[in-house]
Each structure stands twice: as C-alpha cells, then as structure tokens.
C-alpha cells in the first residue's frame, strides 16, 4: 500500500488530526515515527496518539497481544475540549482496533513457519549481534545524541550481504 501524503486516505487522515489537534488547542507537528524493538515490541506516534504493542509467543503456533493506545489530552481544562478529547480517543480506539485485527490475521501466517523447523530454535545464526544492539542501544540510552543510525552498529559476524 501506498504510504505518502499523495493518498486520498492519509490526506483525510492528516486533515482529521488536524482538526481534532486545533479544536485540543494544540498545534499539529504531522510527525509519525514507527518503532519496533526486536523482537516483539512496537511503538507507533502521531499527533493524537501514541500506541505500544507487545507480542507475548504462547506456543509455536500463538501469540497474545498487549495493546495500550493513549490519547492526546486537552490544552486546557474546557469542557468542549475535555470531549473533543474523550471522542477522539474512542474512535481512534475502534480504528487501530480494526488495523490491528487486520494485523492479526498475518501474525499467523509468519508464526506458522515455526513449526518448520528442524532443530533447536535460535534469533539468528549469530545472536552476538543482540548484544551489540542491546549495547548500542544502553549507550545511547545513557547520553543519546541528536540521532544515531542503526547502520553505526557492528557485530563480529556481520557481512555486507546480510
């Protein structure tokens, strides 16, 4: 799917946000960042919404999803926008609802191939790769720059071809 401001849907989308931040008293910055942890944590930001989901593997062939959406609050205490705020946060919550039902129907799909294998599992041929992203991240974690690339980390078995 097309993912640009080009798109009838997120032209509605980005209009409706702006309207739902103007009538908050807030000003839209249209930022979106999608984060995803390795390997089952995910954060999504908008102007109106910030959401984290944690896939929990229950078997080889299940997973339980923990979802918490929170919604973008009032500039001020007004009544009017307290329920612009309250509304907005119950439909934002019934459409990532759907997004994410439509999600779930792939989840099994990819947690399928589990069963595929052959010996004991593993993350990756060579797993000292997570530690160096878990001390990539610890570092930037303890004096973060403006921004880092992924791309700075190194491990000993990375090859230009992976």
């Given amino acids: 799917l097309p993912f640009s401001a080009e798109t009838r849907v997120d032209l509605w989308v980005r209009r409706l946000e702006d309207l739902v931040m103007k009538m908050l008293g807030q000003r839209p910055t249209h930022d979106y960042r999608h984060l995803h942890l390795f390997p089952n944590l995910l954060f999504s930001f908008t102007d109106t919404l910030s959401l984290v989901q944690c896939m929990l593997p229950t078997s080889p062939t299940t997973s339980r999803a923990v979802v918490r959406q929170f919604g973008r609050g009032a ?23 759907q997004i994410l039902q439509e999600d779930f129907a ?17 993350l990756g041929r060579c797993e000292e790769r997570i530690y160096a992203f878990q001390k990539w991240l610890l570092d930037v974690a303890k004096s973060p720059p403006s921004y880092v690339s992924p791309e700075r980390i190194s491990s000993p078995c990375s090859t230009p071809s992976e």
């Fill in 106 to 122: 792939f989840y099994r799909q990819v947690q399928r191939g589990l069963q595929a294998g052959e010996g004991e599992g593993m």
């Fill in 75 to 97: 500039a001020s205490g007004s009544r009017r926008q307290r329920g612009v705020a309250r509304i907005w946060g119950k439909a934002s919550a019934l459409i990532t609802r």
